[in-house]
Structure formats: structure tokens, C-alpha cells
């Protein structure tokens, strides 16, 4: 079992539509949680970190289930510009050196 | 402004050929990482710099090496580039808040 796994995507969406993207991680020791977008041939930028309580940022909404080992995130009223891959980041810490990548879930959002 | 800053962002060259990649940041942060990233997939540590304290990955092949001389500067140097290791090189700096800092990367090619 990969150490995190991601929804296989890609996802094609209408623009305007709610889409959904899930995370699994292996190792319960995790206690830093991350989701990172990277448009194609660029590099990743930092979405939004994830807490226990769950988060939001706009249209932009995030959740953590410790027991299940779980991540999600829930974009809202997708735009064009939101095409993109998002990557699942977990760590032991808040340092990278302990961070593992998820292969990310493409995202297409369509005219 | 760019904080971190690779170059070239294209490189290629041919099987055999030693290549070196440089990076700069003007983070003034002590950590310093290189990255791979083949085609869909995760970007895979290849090791990382703790001030001048270097840490390689256990499965990072010894035809990857690297220099830090300064805070600022690191250099990812492939001494026998194969087809294999055509991929984007991600260098990317970080804190205690777990952001990764991101370069644009460079893209290897490898003939």
C-alpha cells in the first residue's frame, strides 16, 4: 500500500461545479497535512494547509478525519483558472524532509 | 519577486554527459531540497541540506550528488545522466509553517 494515495482523476468538470478530491495516508503517526496545486509544467504552490477542525479559504474548503486517515478537498463553483493537478502533502512534522507526496488528481474545469 | 530562482530552466543534453543544475533563494532559510518529478507523477526527494549538513534519500542513486557553498545556493549535479533521469528538477526551500518554496524548475532532457 502506497504511503498516500489519491483519487485517480482526471476529473473533468463544467465550470460552475462542486468537485470533490480524496486523500488516504498510511502512517497514523501524520501530523501535518497539505494541499498543493500545481499547474502542468509549473511547480506546486501551497493551496491551503489542513487542520483537525477543517478549513476554508473562499470557495476552497478542506477536512481531516484522523480516524479514517482521510483528507478531502472541496472546490465550489469552479472556474477555469482552477484547472489544475492538486497534490495531497502529509508529514511527520512541519518539515519537508519528513513529507510524503500523493501523485495528485487532475483537475479540468470545462467552458 | 522570485524567492527561489533555478537555472536553466531547460536543460538538455546528452546520455553520459554531466549536467549541474543550480539554485538560489533568498529566503535565508537553513533547508534546502532537490526534487524529481517524471511525467504524473509525485515529485520524489532526492535529498535535502540542513545549513551545510547534507541528508541523501536511501533509494537516491549515486549519480546524484550536490553542493550547498552557501546559504543561498545549492547545485544538483548528475555525473552520468541516463534516459531515466530525463524528468523535471524541483529545488525548494522551507520554514517551520510547512510551505514548500518552489523554483520553476528545470527541465532535463536527456538524447
Known amino acids: 500500500r502506497k504511503e498516500v494515495e489519491q483519487d485517480p482523476g482526471p476529473f473533468n468538470v463544467p465550470e460552475g461545479a462542486t468537485v470533490a478530491f480524496n486523500c488516504t495516508y498510511s502512517?497514523?503517526?501524520?501530523?501535518?497535512f497539505f494541499w498543493y496545486r500545481q499547474d502542468c509544467r509549473k511547480e506546486p504552490k501551497l493551496l491551503m494547509s489542513?487542520?483537525?477542525s477543517g478549513n476554508e479559504d473562499g470557495r476552497f474548503t478542506a477536512q481531516l478525519n484522523r480516524a479514517s486517515q482521510y483528507i478531502s478537498l472541496l472546490i465550489r463553483d469552479s472556474k477555469l483558472s482552477d484547472s489544475a493537478t492538486y497534490l495531497c502533502?502529509?508529514?511527520?512534522?512541519?518539515?519537508?524532509?519528513?513529507?510524503?507526496f500523493g501523485p495528485g488528481t487532475r483537475l479540468s474545469v470545462l467552458p | 519577486d522570485a524567492m527561489v530562482i533555478q537555472n536553466p530552466r531547460y536543460q538538455v543534453t546528452q546520455f553520459g554527459k554531466p549536467v549541474t543544475l543550480s539554485c538560489s533563494q533568498t529566503?535565508?532559510?537553513?533547508?534546502m531540497y532537490w526534487y524529481q518529478q517524471k511525467s504524473s507523477q509525485a515529485p520524489k526527494l532526492l535529498f535535502h541540506?540542513?545549513?551545510?549538513?547534507?541528508?541523501n534519500e536511501a533509494d537516491t542513486p549515486d549519480n546524484f550528488q550536490s553542493r550547498r557553498p552557501n546559504t543561498s545556493f545549492c547545485f544538483l549535479d548528475i555525473r552520468s545522466p541516463g534516459l531515466g533521469d530525463a524528468a523535471m528538477y524541483l529545488c525548494?526551500?522551507?520554514?517551520?509553517?510547512?510551505?514548500?518554496?518552489f523554483g520553476e524548475g528545470s527541465r532535463l532532457t536527456v538524447l
Open positions: 502533502v502529509v508529514g511527520l512534522d512541519n518539515y519537508g524532509q519528513n513529507f510524503v
Open positions: 502512517n497514523s503517526a501524520s501530523q501535518s
Open positions: 525548494a526551500t522551507g520554514g517551520d509553517t510547512g510551505e514548500l518554496f
Open positions: 489542513v487542520y483537525s
Open positions: 529566503l535565508n532559510h537553513n533547508v
Open positions: 541540506y540542513y545549513d551545510k549538513d547534507f541528508n
